[in-house]
């Protein structure tokens, strides 16, 4: 029987971890990630009564072998349907238009973290350690963590936003241009909590505001908390111009924008908290969805090889990983 092989996981979102949990049965697999939780950008953020999903809002299962593998986190409760209206509201033409459902919405529960952490479970998952760098050569990789060395590992696998990808993996792999044609935009996000409900006939509403483009109804989702809450995030282009920003000021324009959309909103809130996203979204995604070099034994996946989605970054580890199987 052939060795199994030693394979390193750089962050444990959605593809990192559906990419661990497809190849763990045939490899050994350890998955590095620098926050204290899993999840990446399926977040959520403890504040007040409750808490916020201040990344992603809600995603699509469009995907035959996404909905097999979210099938049991269905039938748990894990992943539950957010149903209510999103409404579209428009500079240009007054009132709020109802969107169509085009593909059912879900949500982790009790936040968003709940699929992650699910995905997660019987996992090999190192967290609050941030990698360094990929030192070594191919199957003698080494995972630098300060000035600790863990490893060595066969293969070694990026599952983070292009940017932070490219500045990890070695100038040896061969697939670093089209992860440099890859391009995200950064977000802001508030986290509101409410004196009393503000959103009354939908789940959401979307602007075409210079600054605000989401509003969601935080409490609105399955298994929240009770008290009312809104999750605002702003529009990347003005989110990319003001980046550097100091954050008290974002947070300024952002509540001075959201008060003009929603009159009355300034004193219905109790308390206010910001997140920045330096890699939010995908703008551009990169030309090739399966990023793997066989020789030099690295590889990379992400929502930025596909879309702008959390469904996009499972697929990208799914396509990432059946390359892989068939190189082991
Ligand atoms: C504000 C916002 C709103 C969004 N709204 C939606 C939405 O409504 N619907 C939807 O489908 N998608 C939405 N998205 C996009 C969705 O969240 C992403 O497409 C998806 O979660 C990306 O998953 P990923 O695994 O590719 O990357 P990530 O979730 O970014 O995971 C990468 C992980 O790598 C870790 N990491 C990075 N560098 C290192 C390092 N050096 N060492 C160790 N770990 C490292 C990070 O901490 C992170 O946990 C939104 C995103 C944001 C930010």
Known sequence: ???????????????????????????????????????????????????????????????????????????????????GTIGSCSRTSPGIRHEAVLSPRFVGTPGMTGLPKWLSRGLDVRL???????????CRWEIAVGSERIGPFDWVVTACPAPQALALLPASFSRREPIANANMNACFTLMIT?????????????????????????????????????????????????IGSDLDAVRSAMLGNLAKLMPGIASNIAAVEIHRWRFANVDVASADDVLIDVDSRLAACGDWTIGNRVEAAFLSARKLSQALGASL
């Open 1 to 83: 029987m052939s060795e199994r092989r030693k394979i390193a996981v750089v962050g444990a979102g959605i593809a990192g971890l559906a990419l661990a949990r497809s190849l763990h049965d045939i490899a050994d697999v350890t998955v590095f990630e620098k926050s204290r939780g899993v999840g990446g950008r399926m977040a959520t953020r403890r504040a007040g009564a409750g808490g916020f999903d201040h990344g992603a809002q809600y995603f699509t299962v469009r995907d035959d072998a996404f909905r097999r593998m979210l099938e049991p986190a269905i039938e748990e409760g894990i992943v539950q349907a957010w149903t």
């Open 128 to 138: 609050a350690t941030k990698v360094d760098a990929i030192e070594g050569v191919p």
């Open 194 to 242: 409410l004196e009393y409900p503000a959103l009354s006939d939908h789940c959401a509403l979307r602007y075409d505001d210079e600054i605000i483009s989401f509003v969601a109804d935080n409490s609105s989702k399955p298994q929240r908390s009770a008290q009312p809450s809104l999750v605002v995030h702003c529009q990347n282009t003005w989110a990319d111009r003001n």
